[in-house]
């Protein structure tokens, strides 16, 4: 009598055993890779906007040598007017959702708090001092009165002193 090749039940089982073993130790290290490239992604776009708009603000101070400089202005993205303003800046990489940026009279940005898809950037100047997951109320940070309203608000949340986004 021929002996039969094959694998047995047995055998099966703890193949499907293992493999589902490897898979719930890499799953975890796997998202984590995920959520830090993300991360990255809008650290990344922040300072991409940013470097835009002073690039842009530039070349309007250039374009408009009748005016002496700029008055400084914190454009608000939920705004219509400072959006489509914005929206002429050249930007390589995703442009916010939301958020705010203070532009001071040479035309550099002091301070920015932008949310992105899934991340929030808070930064002075192009020191990206904050990245989080953005919640599903995080748009609802105030936009500051003044520089000096604008910069305190992004130290304090780059600090931890203050975290709008967790408790809007």
Known sequence: MKKQKGFTLIELLAVI????????IATPMIMDVIDKAKKGAAEASAN????AIEKYSLIDMIDNTDAPGIPSKIYDLSD????AVLDKAEVKGEKPISGWVYVNTKGMVEAAD???????????????????????????TAVPENAADAKKTVEDAING?????ENA
Not at 17 to 24: G, R, S, T, Y
Not at 161 to 165: F, G, V
């Open 17 to 24: 055993v293992i493999l589902a073993i490897i898979a719930l």
């Open 48 to 51: 991409g906007y940013i470097e």
């Open 80 to 83: 219509a007017e400072d959006k």
């Open 114 to 140: 932008l949310k992105f898809k899934s991340y929030s950037a808070k930064s002075i100047g192009y020191v990206i001092g904050n990245v989080s997951k953005a919640t599903k109320n995080a748009d609802t």
């Open 161 to 165: 002193t203050t975290t709008p986004d």
